[in-house]
């Protein structure tokens, strides 16, 4: 962290780059929806940047 509480030209670049994205998606017709909070959605519809892979149907044992 630094002293000046600067942000690196790197992290500022990202933070442009994703704004310009955003707006981008926005003119295409792209639509947000906010979820409220406290709200809970299933973890199967979110996408996560560090998750175990979901296993497939057929590989899921049925007791017997």
């Known amino acids: ?28 017709g792209g639509k947000i929806t906010e979820i409220p909070e406290g709200e809970v959605t299933s973890a199967a519809t979110m996408k996560f940047k560090y998750r175990n892979a979901r296993k497939p149907e057929h590989t899921k044992k049925v007791p017997e």
């Open 1 to 28: 962290m630094s002293i000046t509480r600067v942000a690196p030209k790197r992290k500022e670049l990202e933070r442009l780059k994703s704004k310009k994205a955003l707006e981008d998606y926005l003119k295409k």
